[in-house]
């Protein structure tokens, strides 16, 4: 009956186990002593060192909450000057219809341009400038 070979590592503790005639253990013993000197010397498998990533740089916006940016109307300006030109006020309605906007944003604009002192709601749905 032929004789089975075979070699064992258990990486975690580091054992081998060869198994096999006697040529066999022998010629590979001393391979396997080699190999882990060599690894001893310098690590084997262990990873690159991760260079640290430079921090991530994110855009943030110059102008001040409430000042207007160079060059562009605002909604905010747009609703607060429409308000501005009427005589007695304007409807929530018609600036959905003069502005395009939809009336969840007239509604954020109105109460922020009314926080800001720049309008006031003179009767429900119907507001003035200041």
């Known amino acids: 009956m032929e004789e089975k070979s075979r070699i064992r590592f258990n990486p975690v503790t580091k054992e081998i186990e060869?198994?096999?005639?006697?040529?066999?253990?022998?010629?590979?013993?001393q391979k396997l002593q080699s190999l882990l000197s060599q690894s001893e010397q310098k690590p084997i498998g262990k990873p690159p060192q991760k260079q640290a990533r430079p921090a991530r740089k994110t855009k943030k916006s110059q102008a001040k909450p409430g000042k207007q940016r160079a060059g562009k109307e605002t909604q905010m300006d747009a609703v607060v000057s429409l308000?501005?030109?009427?005589?007695?006020?304007?409807?929530?309605?018609?600036?959905?219809?003069?502005?395009?906007?939809?009336?969840?944003?007239?509604?954020?604009?109105?109460?922020?341009?009314?926080?800001?002192?720049?309008?006031?709601?003179?009767?429900?749905?119907?507001?003035?400038?200041?």
């Open 18 to 29: 060869i198994e096999g005639s006697e040529a066999f253990v022998k010629t590979y013993f």
């Open 83 to 130: 308000i501005g030109r009427t005589d007695g006020g304007i409807t929530t309605a018609a600036l959905k219809e003069k502005t395009g906007l939809a009336e969840r944003q007239i509604w954020s604009v109105v109460y922020r341009a009314e926080k800001q002192g720049k309008i006031k709601k003179t009767k429900r749905g119907l507001y003035v400038a200041t």
